[in-house]
């Protein structure tokens, strides 16, 4: 099978661009209230991003860090290869706020179906992805497996801050203090729109529980002509486990940072009752009684 494949030396070279004694101040930089990486962002580029032309037919994949979108990048690689029999290589990093800002000139010369992807909120994507009305696929993971995946991240990624201990993690992502800011913004901004034309909402959980119908659902949105054998071929390849076989080819030095666990329920092995309690409260402050708080099933995935 093909898997796609986008400039990740870049991001290797990023991520071992610096001592991880750099304070973190050093690390990270602020545009509009939020923090991201120096290392693969920059004010410039996020004053050129608007200049991004989105097309009709892009397919658009939206994540908070660590929900799995590089393995949905994979998911949607081999279901464009097997739709068109193209292979759609690309240079440039797939995720849209990353890189120089001439990436969005370089983009224009991409053929159709580009795979992009961001970690943005709804109001800071292009005004070019809703004018054109590019199809959206919103893809969310349980906040307590997601903060333990993000403090592994953050602990094995020289280029980002790196923490002393799971405890001062869990008390800055709960302030929203870490790259690409708050989880708990990130999903109350997209609850907002989960019932918007062209938006698509897809669950972490559901892609390991059932990773042969969320294929095919993702293939009916995007409008991919399938057969059942296909679909259910793509799901045999691109199982968490295959494609965490596959990352360092697919990704080169950066794969076994990408791709760690991928299991439901790690944060039992680091949440303390009270954090528990911390992150139970917030999340029925933010998300309870809401269509995605539904969507995320907290009492089956967050409750001991």
Known sequence: ???????????????????RSFWTQDLLFFYRGTPYPVTVCSVETFQALENLEARRDDVLLVSYPKCGVNWLIQILSDL??????????????PFIECGD???????????????????????????????????????????KDT????????????????????DE??????????????????????????????????????LKENLTASVKQIAEFFGFSLTAEQIQSIADRATFQEVKDKAQETHGAVGSILFRKGVVGDWKNLFTDAQNQEMDAKFKVCLEGTKLGAKLKYDVYCKT
């Not at 290869?81 to 440039?92: A, C, L």
């Not at 903060?147 to 799971?166: D, E, L, Q, R």
Request: glycine share 6%; proline share 7%; with cysteine.
């Open 169 to 206: 993690f869990f008390s800055e992502f709960m302030n929203g203090k870490v790259v690409w800011g708050s989880y708990f913004d990130h999903a109350v901004t997209w609850n907002k729109h989960i019932e918007d034309e062209n938006i698509m909402t897809i669950i972490y959980e559901d």
């Open 147 to 166: 903060a333990v995946s993000f403090f592994h991240f953050h602990n094995s990624a020289p280029g980002v801050p790196s923490y002393s201990s799971w």
């Open 101 to 143: 800002p001439g990436k969005y000139q370089r983009m224009n010369q991409i053929p159709s179906p580009r795979i992009l992807a961001t970690h943005l909120s709804y109001d800071c994507l292009p005004k070019s992805i809703f004018k054109n009305k590019t199809k959206i696929l919103v893809l969310f993971r349980n906040p």
């Open 1 to 19: 099978m093909f898997f796609l494949i986008y400039s990740f030396d870049f991001i290797y070279g990023c991520l071992h661009g610096g001592p």
């Open 80 to 93: 464009i290869f097997t739709t068109t029999q193209s292979k759609p290589v690309s240079t440039e990093l």
